[in-house]
């Protein structure tokens, strides 16, 4: 299926394989499916009882059918999705909680990343031997899951933009420790200053040809399209029969969110989103004014969505058509208060025993506040021992550390810092192997 720009004034519709490689439209949009064509309700049945990857495949394979053929696309989900993504029920009278983060990085960011990895080494190869370089912003778990996806992988190079002392240590050392072809630049600023830098250094053609710069953000639709396939297999692991359900989704840069409305559109029966927001809520505000006003973002305790200008907006407006009652009709936005998330890590630990990370807090207390009737599944996007300077105070208890974790605390952080300049941006760039 092509791919074109959300601001339609770019060339004519592209093939996925070159969206992926190109990240941004040249017109500075994200790159959109030019349809999404839906199953029928029992095309969808029939995939009860998949595994995920087979899920995966039967969701995507319309939408990347002029770059990838069913059996080239299914033997690359499997190789992507190979980690378990249970949907628990901690509380029988609770909401499910569908646990993304049982991949290498233990977030929820693996299913994107490595699908992506394994899709643009497939199509990397242009006879340039210039390795593609994948630039990346992260307020936390992107850039993790990113540097991970590609470490190693042949013809590529990673360069991970993250706001010093803006991300947990455990986030930090998933992606500065690395080495290879993974390099990581701590920016003096936040999170947007780091988005911002990437959109910049697209922009500046010098330098995204001598890079050969890809995306692996949210902004590239190679993120996004795997990311649709969870929430199939969310709603099929619900119990035959059970009406259409809400799904609660931690927000901050809204991919997350827009992959969920774009499975929606494939077929698959989701009754409403709630869209849950650190106090940097512009898109609650957006959704309840009608005008998008950015903002500086401020730290909170879920530094991952610590977002004050989200790029997905665009990708969800471009959705709905600019209609906002219709994007309304689909999505309510909440905000949830770092008083409030430390109240139900520890409220959910004391009544069902269930340990949640500061990120899936938010959506628990947001699924409290879901309106109607139905089920409510709420998307645990990151391991709690990935936030111990806040779970473990909060629950006043050590959490056990994953193997891999422990071994990458053991060792030192390796970082360029500079201040928030596209020159500094391109001299960390030029001096990184």
Known sequence: ????????????????????????????????????????????????????????????????????????????????????????RPDPHGPYVLELFHGPTFAFKDVGARTMARWLAAVAGTGDA??????????????????????????????????????????????????????????????????????????????????????????????????MAYYAWAILQLPAGSPPATVVVPSGNLGNLTAGVMATRRGVPVRRFVSATTVNDPFPRFLATGTFTPQDAVPTLASAMDVGQPSNLERLTWLFDGDLARLRAAVTGLVVTDDEVLATIREAAAGSGYVADPHTAIGLRAARLADGDGPVVVL??????????????????????????????????????????????AAAMASTP
Do not use: W
Request: glycine share 6%; proline share 9%.
């Open 130 to 227: 210039r390795p593609l370089t994948v630039l990346v912003a992260t307020s936390g778990d992107t850039g993790g899951a990113v540097a991970q996806a590609f470490h190693r992988v042949p013809g590529t190079r990673v360069v991970v933009l993250y706001p010093h002392g803006r991300v947990s240590r455990v986030q930090e050392v998933q992606f500065t420790t690395l080495g290879d072809n993974v390099a990581a630049v701590a920016v003096e600023g936040t999170f947007d200053d780091c988005q911002r830098l990437v959109k910049a250094a697209f922009a500046d053609q010098a330098l995204a040809g001598a890079h050969r710069l890809t995306s692996a953000n949210s902004i590239n639709i190679g993120r996004l399209l795997p990311q």
């Open 380 to 425: 645990s996007t990151a391991h709690p021992a990935k936030f111990p300077e806040v779970v473990e105070p909060t629950l006043q208890r050590v959490l056990p550390v994953p193997p891999s974790l422990a071994a990458r605390l053991a060792l030192p952080v390796v970082a360029t810092r500079i201040p928030p300049q596209l020159d500094a941006l």
């Open 1 to 88: 299926m092509p791919c074109l720009s959300t601001r339609g004034s770019a060339d004519a519709p592209v093939a996925v394989a070159e969206a992926l490689r190109r990240g941004l439209a040249p017109d500075g949009g994200l790159y959109v499916p030019t349809a999404i064509p839906a199953m029928t309700a029992a095309e969808f049945a029939a995939l009860r009882g998949r595994s995920l990857p087979e899920v995966a495949t039967a969701l995507i394979a319309p939408l990347v059918a002029d770059t990838f053929d069913e059996v080239r696309l299914a033997a690359l989900m499997a190789s992507a999705l190979d980690f378990p993504v249970p949907l628990v």
